[in-house]
């Protein structure tokens, strides 16, 4: 209740993502708090394929986190998702304080009540120039990627490491309330990671972690190569999930020695 009992949305269009996907979202800073950043994976690849399959069964029109209307899936499970990379791409410090900035506004205030886009302006100033267009995907389209790691190979080098290699496949695509896509040009950051254990699968924590970055991914298929000191059993492209994928599955993929 932390939320709708400080700000009361108006009575329109995205009024629940001021509730329901900032209690997310904050629900979720408690759990990284609590559990470290690898190991909310599986919480966000849960999120997703509920989304994915709730948007399947859509009757009406699925409309963009600003504009929702009391559709469960899409303030929930895409405002988790949503939250969690504005946090990740543009990063916490800006993201809470468009939030801060919202409460000292807004909190505890009679009418005129806040709505989504006052919080998507809040944050446009807070991000700057270049995560505008981030913003608008996120919060203002239907957004999917469709994003795969396959060939993976690792081979040992004289000096006892291993040259590591995949295949990335990734696409695009914007869909409108009925679910029609249409392709668009893809040149983002996405993140890129190398393992000894399967992330979200028992076993895995943060030790399993031998490579992680963030590397500019273009449409079509990009061969990535990673050196590892110690044999990794998988790799993937956005491991965690944070994106919303139009498959969570193929994200990642096992390593076949070289």
Same mark, same amino acid.
């Given at each position: $209740?932390?939320?709708?009992? $400080?700000? *009361?949305?108006?009575?329109?269009?995205?009024?629940?993502? /001021?509730?329901?996907?900032?209690?997310?979202?904050?629900?979720? @800073?408690?759990?990284?708090?609590?559990?470290?950043?690898?190991?909310?994976?599986?919480?966000?690849?849960?999120?997703?394929?509920?989304?994915?399959?709730?948007?399947?069964?859509?009757?009406?029109?699925?409309?963009? !986190?600003?504009?929702?209307?009391?559709?469960?899936?899409?303030?929930?499970?895409?405002?988790?998702?949503?939250?969690?990379?504005?946090?990740?791409? *543009?990063?916490?410090?800006?993201?809470?304080?468009? !939030?801060?900035? /919202?409460?000292?506004?807004?909190?505890?205030?009679?009418?005129?009540?806040?709505?989504?886009?006052?919080?998507?302006? /809040?944050?446009?100033?807070?991000?700057?120039?270049?995560? $505008?267009? @981030?913003? +608008?995907?996120?919060?203002?389209?239907?957004? /999917?990627?469709?994003?795969?790691?396959?060939?993976?190979?690792? +081979?040992?080098?004289?000096?006892?490491?291993?040259?590591?290699?995949? +295949?990335?496949?990734?696409?695009?695509?914007?869909?409108?309330?009925?679910?029609?896509?249409?392709?668009?040009?893809?040149?983002?950051?996405?993140?890129?990671?190398?393992?000894?254990?399967?992330?979200?699968?028992?076993?895995?924590?943060?030790?399993?972690? *031998?490579?992680?970055?963030?590397?500019?991914?273009?449409?079509?298929?990009?061969?990535?190569?990673?050196?590892?000191?110690? !044999?990794? +059993?998988?790799?993937?492209?956005?491991?965690?999930?944070?994106? *919303?994928?139009?498959?969570?599955?193929?994200?990642?993929?096992?390593?076949?020695?070289?």
């Amino acid at each position: $209740q932390w939320w709708a009992h $400080q700000v *009361i949305g108006a009575d329109q269009q995205g009024s629940t993502l /001021l509730s329901e996907s900032f209690a997310q979202y904050g629900a979720m @800073l408690v759990m990284e708090k609590l559990y470290g950043a690898p190991m909310m994976r599986k919480f966000l690849k849960v999120s997703l394929d509920r989304y994915l399959r709730a948007r399947g069964g859509e009757v009406v029109e699925e409309l963009p !986190l600003v504009r929702v209307e009391n559709q469960p899936y899409v303030h929930y499970e895409k405002g988790a998702l949503t939250m969690w990379w504005a946090k990740e791409a *543009i990063g916490e410090d800006k993201v809470n304080r468009a !939030l801060q900035r /919202l409460l000292e506004r807004y909190a505890f205030k009679p009418a005129p009540y806040p709505n989504a886009a006052d919080f998507v302006k /809040l944050l446009r100033e807070e991000a700057g120039p270049q995560h $505008q267009q @981030l913003i +608008t995907d996120l919060f203002e389209n239907i957004t /999917l990627y469709d994003m795969k790691a396959s060939d993976a190979t690792a +081979t040992k080098r004289a000096d006892g490491k291993y040259t590591v290699r995949f +295949t990335v496949t990734g696409r695009k695509l914007y869909a409108d309330g009925k679910g029609v896509e249409r392709e668009a040009p893809l040149d983002e950051m996405f993140e890129l990671g190398v393992f000894d254990a399967e992330p979200g699968k028992k076993g895995f924590s943060e030790r399993s972690v *031998i490579s992680f970055e963030r590397r500019a991914l273009k449409g079509g298929k990009t061969v990535v190569e990673f050196v590892a000191d110690r !044999l990794p +059993t998988h790799v993937g492209v956005d491991p965690y999930n944070k994106r *919303i994928d139009r498959n969570s599955d193929d994200n990642l993929a096992k390593v076949a020695a070289g």
